[in-house]
């Protein structure tokens, strides 16, 4: 009989931006004028701070038609902040004439998978092999499991693994990761069935869980 926890997924976490072009439409600008990329310009308010972005005119004078891009990614912003990017009239490739507005978009943030109707992960605790770590983009944590199938006539027992993926911002303590998992294993191998959910501390957001 399988015995699971749950792994929770963050909702909305505060994260960074994506470096590219920003995927909604912005509003306000003014008049936009000119040709080419301007100069980074530092976005405020929303949750977060450190992200710059440069503003290219599009097909007509409006915010609309242009292509805003993320340069510094910054951290700590969420889907539904509104930034804004103050006036630039004059000195650079592109300007405008008024302040810009953009509400985040998740496609602009680093990837989160979850939602209020994808909270958290539920992981079969027999299966588990090992725990490993390895370090990219994002910070993760690899669960080693085995896997039994059946082909063939027989019972064919594989080996796979699972990524959690974290927010590196701030950036993952393996120590506390693990011990958080294993709190919630333990609990579920001494009550059985109990369904357990695994807590986060020290910061830790996970952002992904993707089986390989």
Known sequence: MANYIKIPLAINPPRSFVVGAL???ATGGGTVAGSGASAAQTLGGGSGSGATATVTK??????ATATITIVNIGEGYKVGDVVTIPILSSGGATTWTAEISYTILAADLVTSEGSSTNEYYLFDVDT??????????????????NETRFVTGANIVSTSQISLGFDDTPALNDGVAGQDLSEAIIKAIESPNSVPTVEWSDGLELLTITPA
């Open 128 to 145: 588990l092999l090992a725990i490993d770590y390895k370090y990219g983009a994002l910070d993760n944590m690899i669960l080693w499991t």
């Open 58 to 63: 599009g097909g007509d004078a409006t915010i």
């Open 23 to 25: 995927n909604g439409t």
